[in-house]
Each structure stands twice: as C-alpha cells, then as structure tokens.
C-alpha cells in the first residue's frame, strides 16, 4: 500500500487531530502518500480529498475538534453514495483508508470495505466510551474530566445554597460519562441507561436525605437515561417534594471542546501509529483498541455487532460510595 487516505466522521472528539497527525506522519515515514478526506464520509462522496505533508499537521496536536471536519453522512449508508465515493477514491489511487470515529462510523466501514477493494482500519474516537474492545476511546478521558470540573464548580453554589442539582451529561445511550464524572465528583446518585432507577427510589431517598439534613444533593444523569432527561427528572421530584430548592444543570457540548487531555494525545499517537502499521502488515479491516495497555485488533464485522458493558464491580461500587 502506498497511498493512504484518513478521514475523521461522526461527533468530533477531543484527540482525534493528534490522531491524525500521526497517522500523515507515520504513512510519510514509510514512504506512504497520505491524503486527507474532508467532513467524513460526506468528503468521500463529495470527492473533498487533498495530498497532506508532514507540516500539514503541525501544530493541530493540543487542538480540540478535528481539523478535517467531521460529518454524519446519509447518503454513505446508500449504495450509490459508496460508489460515488469508491470511484473518488480510486481517483486518487487510494488503497487504504483509516477512520477514526465511533460506532455509526465503523458500521459504514464495514459495509464499505465488504462491498470494496479498500481496506479500512477503525481507530475509536467518540467520548462517549460505547466502544466494545477497547479499554479508552479517544476523547473520553478529556469530555469527563471536562464534566468534573463544571461538577465541581456546581458543588461550591449547591453547597453555598443548600441546593440540589441535576446535572445532565452526553454519552448517547452508554453512562460512561456519567459513570466517571460521577464517581470522581462525590455524586449523590449517578443514573445511567445500563442500569435501571425507579424514580420512586430515587424521591424516596432524596426525602429520607432531607430527614437527616443532608440537603444539599447532587445527582448526575446520563442524557440516554429513560426519564427523558434532566428537566423531566426535576418534574418529578418537583412534583413529589414541591418545596425542593432544585437546578438542572445540562453540560451539554462544552463536554465535546478543549484541548485534549495529555491521555488522549497518547493514546491517538499509538492508535495512529498502529493504524499505519496494520495496512502495511495487511491486518485490514479491523478497528484499533487498546486493552491493558496493549493495542488490541477487533473485525470491523464482529466490532459492530458488541455492545460496551458496564462491570457489576463499578455498579456496586457505585451504589456504595453515592448515597
Ligand atoms: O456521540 C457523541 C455525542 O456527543 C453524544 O454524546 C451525543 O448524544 C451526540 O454526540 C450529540 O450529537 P450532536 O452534536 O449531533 O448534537
């Protein structure tokens, strides 16, 4: 293989630009053209591809957001979009690609490369963590110590005001966010989608809290939780403890920004490295993880069908430690 493109798709992630860069550096280091695809799979279908150098990607590494753009593309998911796209590439004699986004992106990956001659390499950029073999996706660790920090600051008013909060965090439908911002805040209750909370339990806790005084609360939900979210939450406890003084609180997409954690530009380097690394060992079609430190190779066929699991070790630790 000697000429690669990359191509960044589905929400950004913080880490997904160091990412890049070390995959246009690595493929130039092996003597590789490198191209970049604009918007994700939009650019593929577009024909928005460009030759990059090594200086292409200076100064991008402490970046938040993804310098190729990024974009959810409906028309890659049609026959006649992969086609258009196939054809765009072979005009710029790209022989491999690498993809760097979440789940919706390697379910695109692997019908392409089933349907084509281009292998595709995965390499998980999504904070959301709802990735099956792998321990980190890049731009989790940034988007929750990113949450940590606005919980923390939520606490010193909660806590000046006697006040309980509601604090919404993404994740789609996985609770990692939460789950970690959660824990590492002291949360009072953390409500995630793998595990389900009656909200009868919940007020019923919240009212045996206030019975010992302990007044100021704060509970974190993941916005895939099935009560509709932070505001429908406070609705029902409004309704059953009307003189609650209650906040919501949705962190919203200040948890996607920012300059990636020293973790994240870490693991996109390595992930980066090996995507190169594996189209030029033929180990195609196969998504980058890491797993106890060590990059770990999952089919992009059987990576699309698993589904991340919460450990019953971290529910109990959980149910322990947040009362
Ligand atoms: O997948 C990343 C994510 O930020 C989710 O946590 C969230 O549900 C979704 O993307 C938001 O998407 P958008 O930016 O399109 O509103």
């Known amino acids: 293989i000697t000429k690669i493109g990359v191509l960044t798709s589905g929400g950004d992630s913080p880490g997904m630009n160091a990412a890049i860069r070390a995959v246009v550096r690595t493929g130039i280091y092996h003597g590789m053209e490198v191209y970049g695809i604009n918007r994700g799979y939009s650019g593929m279908v577009d024909g928005d591809i460009h030759r990059l150098e090594g200086r292409s990607v200076a100064n991008i590494i402490q970046r938040g957001g993804t310098f ?36 919706g992106s390697f379910r ?76 590492s805040t002291g949360a009072e209750h953390i409500l995630i989608p793998e595990k389900k909370t009656s909200v009868e339990d919940l007020i019923a806790s919240l009212k045996e809290k206030e019975r010992r005084k302990k007044l100021v609360n704060m509970i974190v939900v993941a916005e895939g939780e099935d009560f509709g979210g932070a505001d429908e939450l406070a609705k029902h406890i409004k309704k059953e403890m009307p003189h609650q003084e209650l906040r919501v609180c949705i962190l919203g997409h200040i948890q996607r920004g920012g300059s990636p954690s020293c973790f994240d530009r870490v693991i996109a380097s390595r992930m980066g490295y090996h995507a190169v690394e594996c189209l030029m060992e033929e180990r195609f079609n ?34 322990i430690l947040a009362t």
């Open 68 to 103: 190729l753009k990024t974009s959810r593309c409906a028309e890659f998911f049609t026959k006649e979009g992969r086609k258009t796209a196939y054809d765009n590439l072979k005009k710029h004699g790209i022989e491999g690609l690498v993809i760097i986004g979440g789940d």
């Open 108 to 183: 695109g990956a692997q019908i392409f490369s089933n349907e084509y001659d281009i292998p595709c390499i995965g390499l998980p950029g999504t904070i959301d963590k709802d990735i099956a073999g792998t321990d980190f996706t890049i731009g989790f660790d940034t988007a929750v110590n990113t949450a940590v920090e606005a919980i923390d600051k939520i606490r010193d008013t909660a806590d000046a005001h006697d006040r309980l909060f509601i604090i919404e965090v993404m994740g789609r439908d996985a609770g990692y966010i939460a789950l970690h911002s959660g824990i």
């Open 286 to 319: 196969v998504f980058i993880g890491i797993v106890n430190n060590k990059m770990h190779y999952t089919p992009l066929d059987e990576a699309v069908k698993k589904k991340q699991r919460i450990s019953e070790e971290w529910l109990k630790i959980v149910k």
